[in-house]
């Protein structure tokens, strides 16, 4: 759209990742069911993080990395989100404003501090993650820059974040602005465990009209839906939303609007070292190719690219080109 400033506004948890690798028999010990995602108070990441091994600590947050990726294939980016006036805090809002994403969300005072995301990685490659939301948890409306979501061709909202009451009410808000501006909402459902909480909210955002591009992967749609059979989740939900995209990890991907249905395979990977950010690379792909105006099938294999990438080393931030990856295969 000519004229918008941004092609995509993120709102999502403000997270710095610290990623360790682990054993079965240790998450195990933990109590935790590997592969999961879940919410931690303060004291158990602390217990937790005293227990793991050496981490690698990078910024995150899903959709953070979602916007990471978008500005690496060269997209104009934003990100809202809460994190606390302390060192994670700067080091998240130096690492997402280095890769050219506007960032100005004030940090939180005299509150919890930025929050964290402890993650446990298997020799499977497997990812379990056990997150203290922290600051991010009081991203106030206040805190919104209407202009900016206004000014922006998408907005891009994670469900991660729809926990807490106070980021919900400022994710409504969002919705407002965009929808007033005659932006497009496009919405990452997260985790079983999101939709688990929250299924009726968001049912009610679809079936409002307010979600023009959906992301899932195959469990996600399987819960939405309370059903084991997933072509009917996928035929129900699609009836509903302009766009919708679900992820199947090896089975590569599938995208369903104006009545057609569009599949990618999953790119090679010479070696699957870590799946964290999979999801929020594919959508980050995705959406590149959206703001770019390619038409849905390249931008699934965009999507397909970009998860290869993050897939094949530790962390949700891209280390190769992505561009030059894209353009070896779509030009």
Request: contains cysteine.
């Amino acid at each position: 759209m000519p004229d918008t400033k941004l092609d995509i506004i993120a709102i999502g948890n403000a997270l710095v990742d610290v990623i360790a690798q682990s054993t079965d028999e240790f998450i195990a010990a933990e109590g935790i069911a590997k592969g999961s995602m879940r919410l931690v108070d303060p004291e158990t990441a602390e217990g937790l993080y005293a227990h793991m091994g050496p981490g690698l600590e990078a910024s995150g947050g899903s959709a953070a990395n979602t916007v990471a990726g978008v500005a690496a294939l060269g997209g104009r980016c934003g990100f809202i989100g809460q994190v606390a006036r302390d060192q994670l805090g700067e080091v998240f809002a130096h690492d997402i404003r280095s890769l050219g994403v506007a960032f100005a969300t004030p940090p939180l005072v005299d509150g919890p501090p930025t929050g964290r995301c402890l993650i446990l990685v298997t020799p499977d490659a497997q990812r379990t993650m056990n997150t203290s939301l922290g600051a991010s948890q009081h991203l106030p409306a206040a805190a919104l820059d209407h202009d900016l979501i206004a000014s922006a061709a998408i907005l891009y909202l994670e469900g991660y974040l729809w926990d807490p009451e106070e980021p919900r009410a400022a994710m409504r808000a969002a919705i407002d602005v965009a929808r007033k501006a005659g932006r497009k909402v496009a919405f990452t459902l997260s985790d079983a465990f999101c939709i688990d909480r929250h299924r009726a909210d968001f049912l009610a955002l679809i079936g409002e009209g307010l979600i023009d591009i959906l992301f899932a992967n195959e469990a996600e749609i399987l819960s939405l839906n309370e059903t084991g059979d997933f072509e009917a989740a996928v035929a129900a939900t699609a009836a509903r939303v302009p766009l919708l995209v679900v992820t199947r990890s090896e089975k590569g991907a599938i995208a369903l609007t104006g009545g057609e249905r569009f599949a990618v395979a999953a790119e090679p990977v010479a070696e699957i070292v870590d799946t964290t950010g999979a999801g929020d690379l594919f959508a980050a792909g995705f959406l590149a190719g959206q703001a770019q105006g390619r038409g849905v099938g390249d931008s699934l294999t965009m999507g397909a690219i970009a998860a290869a990438e993050i897939i094949s080393h530790y962390g949700a931030r891209p280390e190769a080109d992505l561009k030059a990856l894209v353009a070896k295969r779509l030009g």
